[in-house]
T-cell receptor, first 110, second 117 residues
Framework: GENVEQHPSTLSVQEGDSAVIKCTYS??????FPWYKQELGKRPQLIID?????GEKKDQRIAVTLNKTAKHFSLHITETQPEDSAVYFC?????????FGRGTSLIVHP | GAVVSQHPSWVICKSGTSVKIECRSL??????MFWYRQFPKQSLMLMAT?????????EQGVEKDKFLINHASLTLSTLTVTSAHPEDSSFYIC?????????????FGQGTRLTVV
């Protein structure tokens, strides 16, 4: 089955800095890579996703890059704000069952 | 996007009692739903896949007699934690996939915080 590794587990940045979270996957059949943001005690919310036929996607301050050859994808958040503080999960979908990374706790200090 | 509703959002129960958690897809039909358990500061651990009209598929290490899953309709799956114990206290989240062309997106319920005392 699919195996997703996510790093780092914790990321602390100053407001205005950039944050990068990286994930690797094992199943070359995975074709969809969503990123979720989860605030404490709440449900994960999809923030951005990328399909395997695209190398990069951007939505305002958030961007995701995908390297299919190396089987890794990354989340980039620019100009971080305190409200970006949350746990972020990457996922890889080889089928209809997503496999989640272990999560990254992002802390943005004002 | 699609909406998945989960109830209750929190529940406190006594040891030995059973608790039922409902997961509903409000604006789409879900023949499959997933149940996850999440410990503090940890990732989503898939417990089981709920299949409409058939038996659920449980992940290794998850007791099927402990966590009863019923998926009686295309919009409702239930998870019943039987004979609950304090170690069952956790955050339980359901999700339902909906296909958009070649990709399948997961939509999550609000989650249920279960505390067993």
């Amino acid at each position: 089955g699919e195996n997703v590794e996510q790093h780092p587990s914790t990321l602390s940045v100053q407001e205005g800095d950039s944050a990068v979270i990286k994930c690797t996957y094992s199943d070359s059949a995975s074709n969809y890579f969503p990123w979720y943001k989860q605030e404490l005690g709440k449900r994960p919310q999809l923030i951005i996703d990328i399909r395997s036929n695209v190398g990069e996607k951007k939505d305002q301050r958030i961007a995701v890059t995908l390297n299919k050859t190396a089987k890794h994808f990354s989340l980039h958040i620019t100009e971080t704000q305190p409200e970006d503080s949350a746990v972020y999960f990457c996922a890889a979908n080889p089928s209809y069952i997503p496999t989640f990374g272990r999560g990254t706790s992002l802390i943005v200090h004002p | 996007g699609a909406v998945v509703s989960q109830h209750p959002s929190w529940v406190i129960c006594k040891s030995g009692t059973s608790v039922k958690i409902e997961c509903r897809s409000l604006d789409f039909q879900a023949t499959t739903m997933f149940w996850y358990r999440q410990f503090p500061k940890q990732s989503l651990m898939l417990m089981a896949t709920s299949n409409e009209g058939s038996k659920a598929t449980y992940e290794q290490g998850v007791e099927k007699d402990k966590f009863l899953i019923n998926h009686a309709s295309l919009t409702l799956s239930t998870l019943t934690v039987t004979s609950a114990h304090p170690e069952d206290s956790s955050f339980y989240i359901c999700s339902a996939p909906e296909a958009y062309g070649v990709v399948t997106e997961a939509f999550f319920g609000q989650g249920t915080r279960l505390t067993v005392v």
